[in-house]
């Protein structure tokens, strides 16, 4: 055997010591680290990675590999975690060395409410009219302005009531000014609860009865925060208030709010809480409608479950797609804290990135985490091990909202309303064939035929009631037979549905069930994180037979036993109840 000589041992240890896979170059990291600063020594919080990613692609309208690989190392975690995360939401585009990104990106939103508004026209001859390589025109799931229909997005600017002569004007004004100019898009909002300019109006509108921080205190806000958090009000006294007045979880699993805070608070400490306004439920909007009227009733809320429940930090995860509402709630979140009426807990606003599965709670806690959004097993359940492993308690935003209003006039008040033997309140959110849709704050237990004739003015002209969707995209389709059942938890399952966030979506005799219903699917398959079998191969599989004029009926039947048995989570395991609905209420459109 031959010796090694000493250069060749020397060559040997040189190329051990050297670091294994691909190396960042000084160009990338430098402009990582103009973007994100200089890392401490242990690099960056392993749950911002998201937030950095954002800084990244809003920068450079994509995320570069090269620049992935100096995040890498600026956070001193494995590249394969940052790719991983990069490449599951659907607002990041990893763009291999210095490929070109789009100049912009036009969005068309293909959910449903859209889809009975003309996206797909809208789809199919934007291109052509905007006709440049630097516009990129694609298709987006629900981007939560249903009443709007249809929507498109220019950058993050969105355009109600969508033409294509308003997108090309968007586009034309928008074209070579990135990041986007302030009073348009992201900032009008935020800039014109500071007074100094008016939103755009074809952007996103404020409310004229807006209230800022200023405004929200002359008013009376943060009273009842401060006297418990001064320990002058009782908090077992406003628990007791929470579990009387019969409020339930509003984002759609329907948790009695009281019962919840009281599993939080008899916990160990530290305690957290993750508060999802990641509303991508079509047919959903009202989290985002509350938000731009009067954000404070929701930061109370917040302080209050807070202060009862004794959580050290609250991180509210918002959609992506509400750009104008992010720059809104960080402004008066800023002055919250800056002009605070009582202590504060820590509160971090965290960024989505396009994922309905993160609106599952224990999708979101991953992706607050810096993960992808995958739902976890279960159990245990985050009320247990949540949120960095501690004890978090989960809600959703409007279920906060209402927090102020019930302990200060009492859980009576929100009690006493109701009807079909129902008590409380209910936002639905209602879009589709009528002449009014809109976020209709309106009695627990109303039906479909009074939410349309009290409440929306009654259907569009030459449209009558054909079919409805009292929970949205996963809440089943209902014929118009079925008008006077009343629209409340626990009322709709004999039937196959149920209300979930209280998303109604209006169909007329101009449209088809089945069509909604290969809508709603579309959405699924797309949406599905890909963790488990049943749902990911199921939605898809179950696209391609809802395709054909005749339905494949015992095939779709066991995709739907499958998907509602198997799937981790309510994403797939609600999916087929469409498809059920349909073959259920509307065979003749089938076969």
């Not at 579990?243 to 160990?268: D, M, N, T, Y």
Request: aromatic fraction near 6%; hydrophobic fraction near 40%; charged fraction near 20%.
């Amino acid at each position: 055997m031959a010796l090694t000589t000493g250069d060749e041992l020397r060559e040997r240890i040189r190329r051990q010591r050297q670091l294994k896979g691909r190396q960042t170059d000084a160009t990338s990291l430098s402009e990582v680290r103009s973007l994100l600063g200089v890392p401490p020594t242990a690099g960056h919080r392993r749950d911002l990675l998201i937030e950095h990613l954002h800084k990244l692609n809003d920068a450079y309208r994509c995320l570069h590999d090269r620049h992935l690989v100096a995040l890498a190392s600026e956070m001193n975690i494995p590249l394969a975690e940052v790719y991983e995360v990069a490449t599951f939401y659907h607002h990041f585009e990893v763009l291999k060395g210095d490929a070109p990104a789009a100049e912009l990106t036009v969005r068309v939103c293909d959910g449903l409410s859209c889809e009975l508004a003309g996206a797909r026209d809208l789809l199919a001859r934007l291109p052509a009219l905007l006709g440049t390589p630097q516009v990129r025109v694609i298709a987006a799931p629900c981007v939560g302005r249903c009443e709007q229909a249809p929507v498109v997005i220019v950058h993050q600017n969105p355009v109600p009531l969508a033409t294509p002569e308003r997108v090309l004007a968007l586009v034309i004004a928008a074209a070579g000014q990135q990041p986007m100019a302030r009073g348009t898009g992201a900032f009008a909002a935020a800039d014109h609860a500071q007074g100094s300019v008016s939103p755009a109006p074809d952007l996103i509108q404020v409310s004229p009865d807006y209230a800022g921080y200023q405004t929200y205190r002359e008013q009376g806000g943060y009273a009842l925060a401060t006297a418990l958090v001064n320990g002058q009000d009782d908090p077992e006294r406003v628990l007791k208030a929470m579990e009387a007045s019969g409020l339930r979880g509003l984002g759609g699993a329907g948790f009695p709010a009281g019962k919840k805070w009281r599993i939080v608070r008899e916990q160990a400490a530290p305690r957290l809480m993750a508060v999802n306004i990641d509303e991508g439920e079509p047919g959903t909007f009202k989290d985002r409608t509350f938000l731009e009227r009067d954000p404070h009733r929701f930061l109370e809320g917040l302080l209050i479950a807070a202060q009862v429940v004794g959580i050290d930090a609250c991180y509210l995860y918002l959609r992506d797609e509400y750009h104008g509402c992010r720059a809104l709630l960080a402004a008066e979140l800023a002055r919250l804290q800056a002009d605070p009426p009582c202590r504060l807990p820590a509160i971090e606003l965290r960024r989505g990135a396009g994922a309905y599965i993160c609106g599952e709670e224990s999708a979101m806690i991953e992706s607050i985490e810096g993960k992808r959004g995958e739902p976890r097993m279960r159990p245990p359940y985050i009320a247990e091990v949540g949120l960095f492993g501690r004890p978090t308690l989960a809600h959703n935003f409007e279920t906060l909202y209402w927090v102020r209003d019930i302990v200060e006039r009492g859980p009576d008040w929100f009690s006493g309303f109701g009807r079909h033997g129902r008590q409380g309140l209910r936002s639905f959110s209602v879009s589709g064939r009528v002449k009014l849709p809109g976020v209709k704050l309106a009695p627990a237990g109303i039906t479909v035929q009074e939410l349309i004739d009290e409440y929306c003015g009654g259907m569009l002209d030459g449209h009558s009631l054909y079919a409805y969707l009292p929970g949205g995209a996963s809440g089943g389709i209902l014929p118009a037979r079925l008008n006077h059942l009343a629209l409340d938890f626990d009322t709709l399952q004999p039937y196959g549905c149920f209300i979930g966030s209280a998303a109604i979506i209006v169909l007329s005799e101009h449209d088809q069930a089945r069509d909604a219903a290969l809508n709603l699917m579309q959405f699924f398959a797309h949406e599905s994180c890909g963790q488990c079998t049943p749902c990911r191969v199921g939605t898809a599989k179950a696209v391609r037979l809802m395709g054909s004029p005749e339905w494949d009926n015992e095939t779709l039947a066991d995709l739907n036993a499958v998907m509602s048995d198997a799937s981790i989570c309510a994403l797939g395991q609600a999916a087929p109840n469409p498809v059920r609905c349909v073959q259920d209420y509307f065979p003749g459109e089938i076969s």
